[in-house]
C-alpha cells in the first residue's frame, strides 16, 4: 500500500482504522522531511497489509500540528487503536523506525 497523505478530515479514520499507523509531520522545504520520504515508501512496502503508514503537511494542517504538539519536523507519531504509542523526532535510521513499529505491532 502506497504512504497514505492524511489531512484534518481524514486524520481521525486513518488513525482509528484499528490497524497500528505511522504518521510523519512533514513539510516540503524541510531538508530532513525529505530525506525522510524515500524511508516512509520503503516502509509502506515492507509493512503492507500490516501498517498504515501516512503522511500529515504540517504547512497545511496546522490545527493537526497544534493538537499534538509538534514543534519540530520530521515528527513521526505512532498510533494504535487511536492512540499515541510512540514519537520519534528528527531524520532517523529506517532501523530506528522499524524497531518502534515491531515493538507495537
Known sequence: ???LHVNEASFDKVIGSGQ???VDFWATWCRPCQMMGPVMDE???EYDGRVIIAK???EEN???CARFGITN???MKLFKNGVEVGNIVGAVPK???KA???KNI
Do not use: F, H, Y
Open 100 to 102: 518502534a513499529i515491531d
Open 20 to 22: 497500528l499507523v505511522l
Open 73 to 75: 519536523i520530521p515528527n
Open 95 to 97: 532501523t530506528t523506525l
Open 56 to 58: 500529515v503537511n504540517a
Open 43 to 45: 516502509l509502506a512496502d
Open 62 to 64: 496546522e490545527a493537526l
Open 1 to 3: 500500500m502506497p504512504v
